[in-house]
């Protein structure tokens, strides 16, 4: 396959966000966006997702996190869907399951071209040290919206809100990680029947 990478920068007058994709990396993370506890999961999403990625994201933290949240997640989406190219010869579908002690959580992908969201957590606190739990849906609709992808998330089991979400984020790159990979049976073919995806 040709090389998948891409950047994307995104300007509004609520956020500033650059992004820089290799989605055939080894993991490695460059990242500020003053959203620490986001940054501990986009980190997961690099390493066992093995994509290589560079953010800067820079918004009105001062009110609260949702803009900047939301923002990288439809920036990231966009990175995303224009990395992938025509989709020859890739996997198409990923899924995993990720284990984080008491936590389980399941994320299924498929990369349709079309946006759709069903996800079913319910977190335990409604923030982790002062990151509001509600945002993880503002991240994950803009992602999904944007990368043109069918998502579903399912936490199973969990009791400390931490492991509840970063074992969502762990299964995101597994999931990302099979199904972006290459499939050598499916060289040079569209993995649909349609013809396009
Ligand atoms: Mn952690």
């Not at 996997?91 to 936590?103: I, K």
């Not at 969502?168 to 597994?174: D, L």
Request: hydrophobic share 40%; glycine share 10%; charged share 25%.
């Amino acid at each position: 396959m040709a090389e998948r990478t891409a950047s994307v920068e995104r300007n509004t007058l609520e956020t500033q966000i650059k992004v820089s994709v290799n989605l055939d990396g080894t993991g490695q993370l460059n990242i500020d966006t003053g959203v620490p506890f986001l940054e501990h999961m986009i980190d997961q999403i690099a390493r066992h997702g093995l994509i290589d990625m560079d953010i800067v994201a820079k918004g009105d933290n001062h009110i609260d996190d949702h803009h900047t949240v939301e923002d990288l997640g439809i920036t990231l989406g966009q990175a995303f869907a224009k990395a992938v190219g025509d989709k020859k010869g890739m996997t198409r579908y990923g899924h995993a399951y990720v284990p984080l002690d008491e936590a389980l959580s399941r994320v299924v992908i498929d990369f349709s071209g079309r946006p759709g969201l069903f996800m079913d957590v319910e977190y335990t606190r409604a923030s982790i040290g002062r990151f509001d739990t509600q945002l993880f849906s503002e991240f994950f609709h803009g992602f999904v919206n944007h990368a043109g992808v069918t998502m579903h998330i399912d936490n199973l089991k969990g009791y400390n809100a931490h492991h509840q979400a970063e074992t969502i984020f762990k299964a995101f790159g597994r999931a990302l990680r099979m199904a972006l990979a290459e499939d050598p049976r499916m060289a040079g073919m569209m993995p649909s029947t349609k013809g396009s995806l």
